[in-house]
């Protein structure tokens, strides 16, 4: 990756994109570079005001990502970002619901892992016109150090969600390691093609309800296994423990497949949320890359016509190599010396 600029800067934010890659590396790069944060923050604050509005939830992300991923190297871009974020969100104030609601689960996720205080949450949901749960009071906040105590008690290992995912880049060639916490993942966020060809994979290979072979063993299953009414029958132990070990039996194979058929339903009904999710997404950048098509094609019509007159014009200037020579034979001109000299 390049050194540091406000152009490279610039250049950057405007090919970010909403996929969790393109935000970790932007994400990755700025927090490199964060001897320069409260430029980049002043940067990032101008651009986002500037963007379209489908763009903005992006760049609200990408500062989520900077801060939370930053703050084990350093509290700057915290700090920076906390000086701008009111005004981002009264900005953000006038965006659709889904946004706002996106917006609102990142508020929810700082206050959950105690990036903001309680009183700056209040006020960042306040501009962005969200429903606050109570007022903010010292009772809360000790409440909050509180729990931070109890958290470093339980274990000094280190729990990841599973939101949370690690990448190593190298970074003006040194390597880095990052922890992506981007909010992401919630309900109503398209997930990345690749995690819903996973999910996939993963229904493909939990489906028990094509499984035809165990299907047939719990058809074939002798009726004294489920009917009470037969046990009155057997008049021995020989045959009472035979139909034990068959009972048994079955309660195993119908417990195993009972589990097998609840993970096939819970892996339809996850890949059925993210194809939800996800095709939305997906017909807006067809969208996009309809409209980018149609510009760049109008493009090339033109330069084609620009083409076509320059070859017609071309074919009408003269060609001045099969002009007659109209200076040959004739004496030079007289130079200027020439003509005022008087003999």
């Known amino acids: ?62 500062a989520n990502d900077v801060i939370q991923n930053s703050k084990k190297k350093g509290p700057e871009f915290g700090k920076e970002f906390g000086h701008v974020l009111k005004k981002a969100f009264e900005h953000m104030s006038t965006s659709d619901e889904k946004t706002k609601n996106s917006l609102g689960r990142l508020l929810n996720i700082w206050k959950e892992r105690e990036m903001y205080d309680e009183i700056q949450i209040a006020e960042f949901k306040q501009a962005l016109l969200l429903p606050i749960e109570g007022p903010p009071s010292k009772k809360i906040k000790n409440n909050a150090e509180n729990s931070k105590k109890e958290k470093h008690n339980k274990s000094p290992a280190r729990e990841y969600k599973k939101s949370e995912t690690e990448v190593t880049v190298e970074v003006d060639g040194t390597i880095e390691t990052h922890v992506h916490l981007s909010p992401r993942t919630p309900a109503g966020d398209p997930p990345e093609p690749e995690e819903l060809i996973k999910a996939i994979q993963d229904l493909e290979n939990s489906i028990a309800s094509t499984d035809e072979a165990v299907r047939q063993r719990i058809a074939m299953f002798p009726k004294e296994v489920s009917e009470i009414s037969i046990l009155s029958k057997i008049e021995d132990k020989v045959s009472a423990h035979k139909l034990r070990v068959q009972v048994d039996e079955a309660i195993n194979l119908l417990n195993e497949y009972n589990n097998r058929l609840t993970v096939e339903i819970e892996n339809r009904k996850k890949v059925t949320t993210m194809l939800k999710d996800f095709l939305p997404s997906q017909r807006e950048l067809l969208a996009q890359a309809e409209r980018g098509l149609e510009e760049y094609q109008d493009k090339l019509q033109r330069i084609y016509a620009v083409r076509q007159e320059l070859k017609s014009h071309i074919q009408n200037l003269p060609d001045l190599t099969q002009l007659p020579d109209v200076t040959g034979g004739l004496a030079p001109l007289p130079s200027a010396g020439d003509l005022f000299n008087i003999h």
């Open 1 to 62: 990756m390049a050194g540091f600029t406000e152009t490279a800067f610039i250049k950057k934010l405007g090919e970010l994109n909403n996929s969790s890659q393109s935000i970790q590396t932007l994400s990755l790069w700025l927090i490199h570079h964060r001897k320069h944060h409260a430029i980049i923050v002043k940067n990032w604050y101008r651009e986002l005001i500037k963007a379209k509005e489908s763009r903005k939830l992006t760049f609200m992300y990408l």
